[in-house]
């Protein structure tokens, strides 16, 4: 009996992960700067080595490309300040259910009709409306940004700097 309890045990043990059901890519790392993995501040050359040569089409400069990750896609771009190429990841985004922040936020987190909730401020750009809080992570600037539908989170974005501003 034993012998059979051990079989399944090693059996799950190998099968679980490999279904997506448990294992290290189930739970996300919480991080202001990574969304599994792929992090803000990544040099666009390393991102090419670890994705190869097609994972995005570079135009002047400028890289934009989504990213399949455990979970999800994770999308990036390197534009900065007033709209320019920069050497480095600037922007990642997701709508997935694959991120958790440290402050315990994840898509679908009700948030309350408040101004102001967990350092989070509520801002409005047109029909834009969102959340941001401005955090610092080993003398790096990033701006968290929740996209929110009716009360709750339907996205993620983090930006390496607090004012990269397309236009001005």
Sequence with gaps: MKFIASAVVAWLALVLPVAGIAGPEATPKP?????????VG???????????P????????????????PGGRVYVTNVGDLCRATGRIT??????????????VLIGTKIPSAPKWRGYTRFT???FKAWRKHISVKAAKVEVRLETLKGRVTGVRLTLGWNLRCGG
Excluded at 42 to 52: C, D, F, I, K, W
């Design 31 to 39: 991080s202001w700067t990574c969304i599994r993995g792929v992090c």
């Design 42 to 52: 990544t040099t666009v050359a390393a991102m090419y080595e670890r994705y190869g």
């Design 54 to 69: 097609d994972w995005a089409t570079p135009y002047d400069g400028a890289v934009s490309a989504g990213i399949a990750v």
């Design 91 to 104: 922007t990642i985004s997701t709508s997935d259910p694959i991120v958790r922040l440290p402050d315990g």
């Design 125 to 127: 750009h047109g029909d």
